[in-house]
Structure formats: structure tokens, C-alpha cells
């Protein structure tokens, strides 16, 4: 098969696809850019909803790298000193300590369980975006006593009764309200809220936090220990070589990156989408490679005549499979290019307006890998599809063609 | 030219076999135009797809321009066809998305020893002698039967075959129509010095061929050189 049987098999299918059935050509191009379309929307959704996730753990959980008390001990000790440390090693943007304390809040009829966390909002700020997030009032100062920021899920709404309330609120605190928090050691305090923040995520959005100041005053004393410290990461270095410099140093041995939290927390969730991703990329294959089938098959059978001719009048049975194997490659490549403009378009519009759910809001994380991967195996699966049919029809005998 | 031996072609439909072809001894020379003529069945077309290289014979030996065609793979018949056979059927046999020129070219794009100038020249010049040069971008349903006729003959004489093979290319067309394309074989048979094998049950078709041979269940009964 030289260079010029394959040009003349190109023209023949350029010229065919030009000149022949236009709608049949259009529709064909359709389903491919649907079935494309298909393929990447829901795994790129999942994954859209994975990167939610994840961003809204690092930003209002563990940030990029948690470090944990040593293994057999309840809190993280000298705490200054191994802050120092930690915001000195090379990769991190900053580190800032938790430190909670279980509470009953109370805000006229309503008592509500919780916990209370105390946070260097300075240092939070680094870490956590909550102070973006304000949708009330202001966040806390760095020597702010007497003074709370609370979630939108613990302020409550004052329109929704108690008993209908999914999670149990405040019933409507408003900033400037006082509430009265008991802490488990006995210590009772009366905190204006100075804020309320909306993050949309639950958890995030179900705590109350106080500056460390105001916990020492609970604690009754300097608190040089922390629950947990989460840090961020400096652009251009990595959670897993931050977490080894740190366990490398000796901070602790309970360091995690938020991969391996997550690969914990929602590691089945993230297989379960997998397994969905797997079985829709499966179905949009074998629905783009039978629809190509049967197109190119329906071509070649009401061309099985014509086919006759060309051979007879000596074109080879390798130009005549190339010739429909081309008008497959063609017809795929432009349906591609559809489905990578209508998956990118969808994308873009999915970025300003999510899907927004209670629990997160879901766009489509789309990387060039993604479409370029799915671009390659919908080609592959097109040319299978393609040239099976155009084989067939040019092995046969050019007597019982021409007779079609 | 064509030389064939004791050619016989054996079709099996059901139990039953029909003998297409029954021991054909034939041998045609350059520049003859020869009619195979005969009633419906008798053979004609299936001699002419034998000699053409489209089928296969039961038996017997078929030597085209001194070559021994049963030696010939696959491959070597499909290039023998490009290289040195003609084609022009019954229902024309276009592709329907070509153009005029694009039908005619097509043969010649494939040959290897010519270039893009010279298929083109090759073309403008067979469209010229078929009287279709300001036809040559039209597309096949734009054309009449007989313009149609005389595109599938320019296409079969574009590589200057050795031989041209016919299968009744009037049997769609009016006396007109027939007339023009006759003409143009008989035109090309005698400028050209083609040889042409020419299938045809029309009597008035006679006046055109150089030699007849009547088939008759699969036999030749008459070899005349009937010239009118």
C-alpha cells in the first residue's frame, strides 16, 4: 500500500463525505460529539465533585498537611517551640494550632451541644479561607476576648421550628447577640457573636470558634498545647515532601498529607465513583462503536455494487477498506472535535454556575489529559468500528458484488 | 491478444449445476472489435467477466497479451485490470460523488508510473474525443444516460488499455444514445486500434463488429468476421 493508493483512498472518502448524504454525515458527527460528550461528563463531574470535596477539607478541615499528638498522647506539647519549627522548614506558607473543648451553647429557649474552637485567627487566616466566608459581622481579631464567630448551621434560621430543624441550631442568632457557653469544665461565659460564616460545608459550618486568648481564660492558664496544627504549603513543594521534612525533624509521627486523610475519610466514595466513571466510559464506547458500525456497514452494503465496479476497473480491495476506513476517521475526528467543544463549553458553564447541593457544588474538573485520553480511545474505538465493515466488504468476490 | 482453451465455467445453484461456459475455444487479435452475441443465458456476460479477469473459470486456460492469467494472484489481476483492461458496463457504473473528470481520472490516479500532470492531460484529452470536455465537473446525476455512458467509457480507455472490454453498454440507452456510443467504440476501435470485446443481443449492433461469435448454452456456435 504506497503513498498514492492511500491518497486516492482519501479522496474517494473526502469526496463521498462531501458529496454524499449530508444528513447522514451530520448525524453521525452528532452522536459521536454525544457519545464524546458522554464520556466525559460524568467522570469529570465525579472528579469536579472530588476536587469540592477536597478543597473544602484542606480549606476548612486539615489544610494540607495535618500534624497529630505523637502516638499515646492527647495533645501536641510546647507548642510555640514546635510552631516555630514548623513555620521555619522549607515548604511551609504557614502553620496554625487547634485546640477544641466540648460546650453546651445556650441562646434564649435553645440549648445546643458543641464544640468550641480556639484558633490564632491571624495565623487561621494563612491557613483556613473562613474568614472569606463571613456572610455576618466580622472575624475575630487577634486579641479579641469575650467574642465568637459562629456557622451558619449553629446560628439557625428563625423561620424553621425546632422539631422541623435537619440540624440542631441556635434558632436564629443574629451578630451582636450575647450566647451563653458552658464549658465542660464548669466555666460559663456569656460571647457576643461578632460573626457568622456560611463555608457549605457542614462540618465547617456546625462550629463556633473563639481567639486562644479566650480558651486560656477557660483553661485558666497559658495554653501551650494544641489538638492538632494544620498547615499550608508553599506553591512549588509538595504535601508529601512537607510531611517528610516534618516527621524527618521530629515534629511528630503522626503527619498526614490530605491525600492519605482522604484516601481514609472518602477513599470509598472516590472508588465508588470510579467504578461509575468505568461502567459510563464502557456503555459510550460500545454505543459510539456500534452506531459507527452500523453506519459504515449500512454505507458498504448499499455501496457493495460500486465496490464491484472499483475493483473491476482495477482499484485494490486496500484502497476501497482504506476509502471507508478514512470516512470513519474523518467522521470521528469532527465528532470529537464537537464533543471537546461541547464538553469544554459545558465546563466553562458549569464553573459560573454549579450544580449546588446542600453538600457541595459540583463542576466539571476537566484536565487536557482527561480529553485527550478519552479523544484517543473514542478514535480507536471508531476505527475498529469503521474498518471491520470495510474489510469485510472488499474481501468479497467482485462477481457477487457487482450482482448486489 | 486473447487466446483462452477449453474454458468452462460450472455454476452450482442448489442440486442442481448449470454450465455457464462449456469448452470455449477463442482467440482474439489487436484491434478487433468483436460482438459476443447469443440469447439470454447462453453465456456472453460470463465470458466476458472470464476473459476480463472478474471471475474465475471452473477450468480451462485464459492468455491474456502472452501472460497465462491463472498464475496471477489476487493482487496481479487487480493491477493487470488497472494496467491493461478496459471496463464499461450496462448501468455505467459511476461513482455518483466524482465528477466527470474526478470518474475518469480515477483509473490513472493509481497507476504509478503517472504523474498528477499526466493523468490530467489524459483525461482532458479522452474528454475532448467523448465530446464531454464542458461537462467535466458535472456530477453523475446531472448527466443523461448516454453522457453517462460515454463518462464510463473515457474512464475505460484513460490508461490506453490493450483491451476494452464492453457488457451490453446499450441495453439502458435509446437508439440515439446507443448509436453515439457505438460510434464512439467505432471511432476509438479504428483511431486507436483498441481491441474491443463487446457483449451485445441487439441484431443492429452487428454492423459495428468486425468479427461476431455466437454463444449458445455456454458453446460457440457461429465465429464470423460479419463485417456489414
Redesign the interface.
Known amino acids: 500500500m504506497?503513498k498514492?493508493?492511500l491518497?486516492?483512498a482519501f479522496?474517494?472518502a473526502w469526496?463521498?463525505l462531501?458529496?454524499?448524504s449530508r444528513s447522514s454525515a451530520i448525524l453521525t458527527i452528532l452522536i459521536v460529539g454525544m457519545c464524546f460528550t458522554n464520556m466525559i461528563f460524568l467522570p469529570s463531574l465525579f472528579a469536579g465533585i472530588g476536587q469540592t470535596i477536597k478543597t473544602q477539607i484542606v480549606d476548612y478541615e486539615v489544610g494540607n498537611v495535618l500534624v497529630s499528638p505523637q502516638a499515646g498522647e492527647q495533645y501536641i506539647t510546647d507548642l510555640d517551640a514546635t510552631l516555630d519549627l514548623i513555620n521555619s522548614m522549607p515548604g511551609v506558607e504557614r502553620a496554625t494550632p487547634h485546640y477544641a473543648k466540648g460546650a453546651t451553647l445556650k441562646y434564649r429557649q435553645r440549648i445546643l451541644g458543641s464544640s468550641i474552637r480556639a484558633i490564632r485567627p491571624t495565623d487561621e487566616k494563612s491557613v483556613s479561607p473562613i474568614y472569606e466566608k463571613m456572610i455576618a459581622g466580622s472575624y475575630l481579631g487577634e486579641g479579641d476576648t469575650g467574642e465568637i464567630i459562629i456557622g451558619k448551621i449553629i446560628a439557625g434560621d428563625p423561620t424553621i421550628p425546632a422539631e422541623e430543624e435537619f440540624y440542631s441550631s441556635l434558632g436564629g442568632v443574629r451578630v451582636g447577640d450575647s450566647i451563653t457557653v458552658e464549658f465542660g469544665n464548669g466555666y460559663t461565659k456569656d460571647y457576643r457573636v461578632k460573626g457568622i460564616f456560611s463555608t457549605g460545608w457542614t462540618s465547617s459550618d456546625n462550629s463556633a470558634l473563639i481567639t486562644w486568648s479566650d480558651m486560656e481564660l477557660v483553661e485558666g492558664g497559658s495554653l501551650d498545647k494544641a489538638e492538632y496544627i494544620t498547615l499550608k504549603t508553599k506553591p512549588g513543594y509538595s504535601e508529601k515532601f512537607v510531611k517528610d521534612e516534618l516527621v524527618s525533624y521530629g515534629v511528630s509521627s503522626q503527619v498526614h498529607t490530605t491525600d492519605d486523610l482522604l484516601s481514609k475519610a472518602i477513599g470509598s466514595v472516590l472508588q465508588s465513583f470510579d467504578i461509575i466513571n468505568m461502567v459510563s466510559l464502557i456503555v459510550s464506547i460500545i454505543i459510539t462503536t456500534v452506531v459507527l458500525f452500523i453506519v459504515i456497514t449500512i454505507k458498504t452494503i448499499n455501496s457493495r455494487?460500486?465496490i464491484g465496479?472499483?475493483?473491476?476497473?482495477?482499484?485494490?480491495?486496500e484502497?476501497i477498506m482504506h476509502n471507508y476506513g478514512f470516512q470513519v476517521i474523518i467522521l470521528a475526528t469532527f465528532g470529537i472535535m464537537l464533543g471537546v467543544t461541547l464538553a469544554v463549553l459545558l465546563a466553562l458553564y458549569l464553573s459560573y454556575h454549579p450544580i449546588v447541593t446542600p453538600e457541595w457544588s459540583a463542576y466539571m474538573y476537566l484536565t487536557p489529559m482527561d480529553l485527550v485520553s478519552n479523544s484517543l480511545i473514542l478514535f480507536a474505538a471508531a476505527i475498529v468500528a469503521g474498518y471491520v465493515p470495510a474489510y469485510q466488504v472488499s474481501r468479497e468476490e467482485?462477481?457477487s458484488s457487482?450482482r448486489a | 491478444m486473447i487466446e483462452c482453451r477449453d474454458l468452462r465455467k460450472l455454476y452450482q445453484m442448489g442440486n442442481v449445476g448449470v454450465r455457464a461456459l462449456d469448452g470455449i475455444d477463442l482467440t482474439i487479435g489487436k484491434g478487433e472489435f468483436v460482438g459476443i452475441m447469443g440469447p439470454s443465458g447462453s453465456g456472453k456476460s460470463t465470458l466476458l467477466?472470464m476473459l476480463?479477469l472478474?471471475?474465475i473459470p471452473t477450468s480451462g486456460e485464459i492468455t491474456l497479451d502472452g501472460i497465462d492469467v491463472n498464475t496471477l494472484n489476487?493482487?496481479q489481476k487487480?493491477?493487470f485490470?488497472?494496467?491493461k483492461?478496459?471496463?464499461v458496463?450496462q448501468d455505467y457504473?459511476l461513482?455518483?460523488?466524482?465528477t466527470v473528470a474526478?470518474n475518469v481520472s480515477?483509473?490513472a490516479?493509481?497507476r504509478?508510473d503517472r504523474t498528477e500532470e499526466e493523468f490530467q492531460a489524459a483525461t482532458e484529452d479522452i474528454l475532448q474525443r467523448v465530446g464531454l470536455s464542458d461537462r467535466r465537473d458535472h456530477?453523475q446525476k446531472e448527466l443523461s444516460g448516454g453522457e453517462q455512458q460515454r463518462v464510463a467509457i473515457a474512464?475505460?480507455i484513460v490508461?490506453r488499455p490493450d483491451i476494452l472490454f464492453a457488457d451490453e453498454p446499450c441495453a439502458n440507452l435509446d437508439t440515439e444514445n446507443s448509436t453515439m456510443v457505438l460510434d464512439l467504440f467505432d471511432e476509438i476501435n479504428h483511431d486507436m486500434h483498441q481491441t474491443i470485446v463487446m457483449v451485445s443481443h441487439e441484431d443492429w449492433h452487428k454492423k459495428y463488429f468486425h468479427r461476431i461469435i455466437r454463444l449458445r448454452d455456454g458453446k460457440i456456435v457461429e465465429d464470423n468476421h460479419a463485417l456489414s
Request: proline share 4%.
Open positions: 504506497g498514492k493508493e491518497k486516492v479522496f474517494l469526496r463521498s462531501r458529496r454524499g455494487k460500486q465496479i472499483l475493483r473491476a476497473i482495477g482499484v485494490d480491495k484502497v467482485i462477481q457487482m | 467477466h476480463g472478474l471471475d489476487d493482487y487487480t493491477m485490470r488497472l494496467y483492461l478496459g471496463y458496463f457504473a461513482v455518483p460523488e466524482l474526478e480515477l483509473p490516479m493509481l504509478s456530477l474512464r475505460a490508461n
